[in-house]
Structures are given as C-alpha cells and as structure tokens.
C-alpha cells in the first residue's frame, strides 16, 4: 500500500470511529457535604446526573471519619481508645502515620485536644482568645502519633485520653475516591473540587487541560487584593492550606485553625496560603499544613530535598515591609497559565 492511499485509509478510519462514538457532554453535579461545598464536573455520553451517588459516596465517608457523625468509626475511637477500621478509616490513618513521620511530626493526627483548646473543634469553645499556657501543657501531654498503634484493622491508643482529628487529610482522601469512582463508572475525563481541594484527569469539554484559579498577588500589594491565576491540573490533585478560612484575631496577630503540634500554638505566621499540586489530592492534602507551618524558605527546601514524593507549591506571604509575594517550588511554574 503506498503512502497516499494508507493516509487516505487512516483517515478514513479516524472519521468512521469518531462516528461510531457518542459525543460527550459536560455534567455538573454540585452541593454541600463535609461543611463545606463541592462540585463534580465530568465528561459522558449518559447525561443522567450521578448526584445520587456522589452523595452516597460522601456519606460513608462520613460514617468513618466525621467528627459531626455520632457513632461514626472515628467518634467511636475517641471515646473507647481503640477501634476496627473501616477501609477508608485504614487508608487515612495508614497516611496520616506516614506524613507524620515524613514530616518530624508536623502532621499529627492526635491534635484533637489542641483544636478543640483554640477554638476551632466541633463543639463551641469554652472562652475565646488564646488559651492559658497551662492549658496549653496540659493538652500537649495527649499528642503525639507515637501513641498510636495499627494492629491488622484494628487501631487503638496506647495513652488514655489521646483522640484524633483526621480533618486536615480526610478531605484530599474524599476528592480521590469520587475521581475513582467517576473511574469506575467508565469516565476518563472529569475535575472534582471539595472545598477547593481538587484532582482532575483528562480533558474538559474544550479539549484542553482541566485548568483552576488561584489568587495570586498583584504587584507591590500590601492589602492582599488578589488577581486571578490560572493553574492546569494534568491527572494531578491540588489542596490548599491558609489563614482565611477559620481564624480569630486578638491584638493584630491572626491565629489560624492549623494547630502546630510541636508546640501546640495555633499559625500565626507570615504565610497567607500554601498551594501544593502531587499525583493525588490525598497527598496534596496531606502535606499542605506542613508546608505553611514550616515556612516559605524551609519549606521550599523541604520539597527540594524529597523529590520522592513528587510535591510542587507556591507561597504566598506578607514580607518584611508588609508587600504581599509569592515564592515557587521549582516544578511549580509548569502548571501556570500566565
């Protein structure tokens, strides 16, 4: 066959096989879970909406690791000392440990008292402000992952009175299960956004690269009054972590609801946000609040010197004369749109 008519023929292949395929059509489902939003976009042939399910899929999630569930798996353990997991309970505390000591305990599962102390717990807190620092001590005798031990399925404390609070991961875990599961309903292409916590794979109705704003900060502002920036997410998950979200102010220090765990004092430092793009949500998430309780230069550095676990982030940060910046990982520009 020479080359004429084997062009003519691969053509001709291309157009009946692209007539066989049903055009897909964008579906959004949107709504409230987890405090928070979220919004499920996907590609299909079949546009009956999987809400129902996305739903469903929320609500077991919820039965394992919501602290706003009475009964849930994870309530169940902060009140016994010991529990059997579920698999999505196994998969985020098998993560949680791993970050954990990945991170010399800047992620530490076992802050719940420490939450609760400054504020930012399930429960109304008993006064506002900063806590007492003999509060303070007191609450720090119950943390630590070191008290924590995995047996099989099974998980318990080897300290009375330490609990865990998987919110700063449980969230990147849920983004990944719904992906998987669009996965497993045949969707190649699809973005899902939990509270801004996000994973995307293949393409949008466009045909380009699910892409997502970010705020970025305009050129010499020192009131923090962003300008939108474009990120492309290629089969990768984004989280963020940052002072805006659940915060109090006293004096003119902001503390945020990332509780450092080491020291057992609420952030309040010069970072407004951290942004962190992995292979996963899940890992995304999980390494954000390390990231912006370590720093802008320590952080980077951290990132630098783990090239294992394939993490990317943008600073954002007042500087010394109160100009708001941005500082990148390496990696981190391949994902921009300018």
């Known amino acids: 066959m020479n080359k004429l008519l084997l062009a003519a023929f691969l053509l001709g292949s291309i157009v009946a096989k692209a007539q066989q395929e049903p055009a897909l059509k964008l579906v959004a489902c949107e709504g409230k879970a987890q405090g928070t939003y979220y919004i ?3 590609l299909s042939a079949d546009t009956s909406t999987l809400q129902p399910q996305i739903d469903s899929v929320f609500r077991v999630i919820d039965q394992s690791l919501s602290l706003y569930r009475p009964g849930s798996v994870i309530n169940r353990f902060n009140e016994t000392g010991a529990v ?63 008290y924590l031990r995995v047996k099989g399925d099974r998980l318990y404390a080897t300290k009375k009175g330490v609990e865990i609070d ?4 449980a969230q ?89 765990p080491l020291t057992g004092i609420a952030l309040h430092n010069n970072i407004i946000s951290v942004t962190v793009i992995a292979k996963d949500c899940f890992t995304a998430d999980a390494f954000d609040n390390p ?40 990696g981190f520009k391949q994902y921009m749109e300018f």
């Open 166 to 169: 998987c919110n700063g991961i």
């Open 84 to 146: 059997q997991m579920d698999e999505h309970m196994q998969a985020v505390i098998k993560k949680a440990l791993f970050t954990n000591k990945a991170t010399n305990g800047l992620f530490d599962i076992t802050v719940k008292p420490l939450v609760y102390l400054w504020g930012f717990g399930v429960s109304k807190p008993s006064f506002k402000g900063v806590p007492p620092a003999d509060s303070i001590k007191a609450a720090m005798a119950y943390i630590g992952s070191r």
């Open 291 to 330: 990231l912006i309780l370590m720093g802008v230069e320590k952080g980077l550095a951290f990132i630098a010197q783990h090239p294992e676990y394939a993490l990317e982030a943008i600073y954002i940060y007042k500087d010394k004369d109160g100009t708001i910046k941005e500082a990148f990982s390496q």
């Open 172 to 260: 990147g875990y849920t983004v990944d299960v719904l992906g998987q599961f669009l996965a497993s309903r045949g969707i190649e292409n699809y973005l899902v956004d939990v509270g801004g916590e996000l994973c995307a794979k293949g393409h949008n109705h466009q045909h380009k690269v699910w892409s997502i704003g970010i705020e970025r900060p305009s050129p010499g502002d020192t009131t923090y009054e962003p300008v939108q920036g474009l990120v492309r997410l290629p089969g990768k998950g984004i989280a963020t972590s940052g002072n805006y979200r659940r915060f109090f102010d006293q004096g003119r220090t902001r503390f945020a609801h990332t509780i450092h």
């Open 40 to 42: 499920v976009k996907y």
